[in-house]
């Protein structure tokens, strides 16, 4: 299932910059990021529900926010990119 997952970190203080950095790093080891602070997500139920938990523990739900968007199997119906940065298709050929 697709999921796009958003967040808004306060970066007020010291703490909230390491929180950032956490939060980002945890998306970016199981999502593609998209925007600065927008990643997309092709992951099983069990995996996202893993990550959801992970990034749950590591904002402050006074100060941050999480967003979590589920747009499904058929996504790629959902999704429309206008402008610059290469899009990519999560299911395509991987050449390594």
């Known amino acids: 299932m697709m999921v796009l997952i958003s967040y808004d970190v306060s970066t007020m203080d010291s703490e909230g910059k390491k929180r950032l950095r956490k ?5 970016q080891n199981h999502a593609q990021r998209v925007q ?17 938990s992970r990034l749950e523990k590591l904002i ?4 941050d926010s999480l967003r979590f968007y589920y747009l ?3 996504w ?3 999704i429309e990119h206008i402008g610059a940065k290469q899009t990519y298709n999560p299911e395509g050929v991987i050449i390594i």
């Open 72 to 74: 499904g199997n058929n």
């Open 60 to 63: 402050d739900k006074e100060k």
């Open 76 to 78: 790629d119906k959902r």
């Open 36 to 52: 600065n602070s927008v990643f997309e997500a092709d992951l099983d139920y069990s995996t996202f529900m893993k990550l959801k």
């Open 23 to 27: 939060v980002a790093k945890e998306c």
